[in-house]
């Protein structure tokens, strides 16, 4: 799968030009975008719902939940918060160094985050299925690792795209830029549609992870799993295509 995002030889694509026209929802890396918010919204349906109220995609709610299982408010754990956020920080680390292992060379970036990511959540998809999960034993956190970790390699390669609003994790700037800039507040309403858009494939994610968990846990994480491998197939080529041909 390597070999649709160049070789390791090949020459810089203009990145900018490709963060530049994803400013439009029908740009290949803004619905690519948008798809990885929707896992995000089933990764983190299947971690507090399932796994005993923790987050393994959106870390600031989990530092929040931290705090309130240490001050032991609402009986919220600990353990599963810390777990989570130790194994998101490996993960992001491992993200990047991809990241400056890849300079200048988008679609290997993208292609080998999103195999890191497919990898973890394909693993944790067959552990669910493998073994009985309940909130706190080892299963849940062999889970909270696998998912953590992979949400960590997406937030390091997507921070370092930096499309504005497209984050795939969390939404407070996006909500934030969709208020503000409204023709409400005087702005312009300039990406409203892509913030709106990231707002809604979040929510409908969390939603059908919902949905799915009253099936099996390996349901939301094998749907997940396949959008991202979905993701990779579809955006890795276009994205050579346009690095290509706005040089």
């Given at each position: 799968m390597n070999s649709m995002a160049g070789s390791p030889s090949a020459p810089s694509f203009n990145e900018a030009a490709i963060k530049r026209g994803a400013a439009s929802v029908r740009h290949p890396l803004t619905r690519a975008l948008l798809v990885l918010t929707f896992t995000t919204g089933?990764?983190?349906?299947?971690?507090?719902?399932?796994?005993?109220?923790?987050?393994?995609?959106?870390m600031t709610g989990n530092v929040v939940l931290l705090g309130f299982g240490i001050a032991g408010s609402g009986g919220l754990p600990v353990v599963a918060?810390?777990?989570?956020?130790?194994?998101?920080?490996?993960g992001a680390g491992a993200g990047g160094a991809l990241v400056r292992r890849m300079t200048g060379r988008?679609?290997?970036?993208?292609?080998r985050a999103l195999a890191i990511e497919v990898s973890l959540l394909v693993i944790a998809a067959v552990v669910a299925a493998a073994t009985t999960v309940h909130p706190g034993n080892a299963s849940a956190y062999a889970l909270i690792v696998l998912m953590a970790s992979a949400m960590g390699v997406r937030n390091a390669t997507v921070r370092h795209i930096a499309v504005p609003d497209l984050?795939?994790?969390?939404?407070?700037m996006t909500l934030t830029g969709f208020a503000a800039?409204?023709?409400?507040?005087?702005?312009?309403?300039n990406g409203s549609i892509?913030?709106?858009?990231?707002?809604?494939?979040?929510?409908?994610?969390?939603?059908?992870g919902a949905l799915l968990l009253k099936a099996s846990v390996f349901a939301a994480l094998g749907l997940a799993a396949v959008l991202a491998i979905a993701t990779w197939l579809v955006y890795v080529p276009a994205a050579v295509r346009l690095g290509s041909n706005s040089e």
């Open positions: 089933l990764v983190d349906a299947v971690s507090y719902l399932a796994l005993g109220r923790v987050f393994t995609a959106n918060p810390i777990v989570s956020l130790a194994a998101f920080l490996i988008h679609p290997v970036l993208v292609a984050t795939t994790t969390v939404l407070t800039d409204s023709r409400l507040a005087g702005g312009s309403g892509r913030r709106l858009s990231a707002v809604l494939a979040m929510l409908v994610g969390a939603i059908a």
